[in-house]
């Protein structure tokens, strides 16, 4: 058997297993919706509200994309001036790891209160959650280039800005789509947590809606849904990695 396709059966199984085994605990012990709804439930209690679902699902799902693409620009140009720059690196990097220490969380309200509930501080929110992670692993892949590559180009005659696009860039392609792949997924986290304090649209305030009328079963349907956006992004990222990093992974499994 080919092994990406072993460990794609592998994946699925587990992730196949966890919601069996989910599903017969909740009926083998008999806990109440209330309590712990089992999958079925879940799953059962999104059908007939699915195009209100879908609306509040695409509306999570855009807010989302917009900070973590803002997360991108950002983190990128300030990672590429601190992997860069020494001095940067001590100037800025203490400021974004106390920055980064603050819980978002407490911020919302701050962003409430200068934009309003709605769209503008959920895209705000997902980038300030997600733009630490990428800002971290790009400074890291570019300050960890082994000196002994830049001497040579040197030696060759390269310039500074043809070393770093032929050397630097290319060793720190694997630290930034390793840091997408965690930064996506945190996005989506600050997109809820934004929606379920301060918005009228998305996932986070379907969930508050919902748990306000105690429909526990469609808080964890909307609590998949958001598993579910956030895998397959995850996977996208984690295939555009295979396919433009591929080479740093020599010997790996997929």
Do not use: C
Not at 2 to 8: E, K, Q
Not at 71 to 87: D, E, I, N, Q
């Amino acid at each position: 058997m080919n092994p990406r396709t072993r460990d794609t059966l592998i994946a699925a199984g587990a992730s196949v297993g966890l919601f069996v085994l989910w599903e017969l605990s909740v009926r083998l012990f008999k806990i109440p919706p209330f309590v712990l709804p089992a999958p079925s439930q879940a799953i059962a209690s999104l059908l007939p509200v699915w195009g209100v679902v879908l609306g509040h699902a695409w509306q999570t799902l855009w807010t989302t994309l917009a900070g973590f693409g803002i997360a991108v620009v950002a983190g990128v140009l300030l990672g590429a001036a601190v992997g860069t720059s020494k001095p940067l690196n001590l100037a800025l990097y203490p400021i974004l790891v106390g920055f980064n220490s603050v819980p978002k969380a407490a911020l919302v309200p701050v962003l409430v209160l200068w934009f309003g509930i709605g769209t503008v501080p959920a895209i705000l929110t997902a980038f300030l959650i997600s733009f630490f992670p990428i800002v971290v692993n790009v400074a890291t892949g570019l300050a960890s280039v082994p000196p002994e590559l830049r001497e040579v180009l040197r030696v060759l005659g390269s310039s500074r800005l043809e070393a770093f696009t032929r050397v630097s860039i290319p060793f720190s392609m694997p630290y930034f789509f390793a840091s997408l792949k965690v930064a996506i997924t945190l996005a989506f986290v600050g997109a809820v947590i934004s929606e379920i304090a301060a918005s009228q649209k998305g996932i986070g305030y379907l969930m508050t809606s919902a748990s306000s009328q105690f429909n526990v079963p469609l808080v964890f349907g909307g609590l998949l849904l958001i598993a579910i956006m956030g895998i397959a992004l995850y996977a996208v990222f984690a295939i555009l990695e295979r396919r433009l990093v591929g080479w740093a992974y020599r010997g790996q499994n997929a």
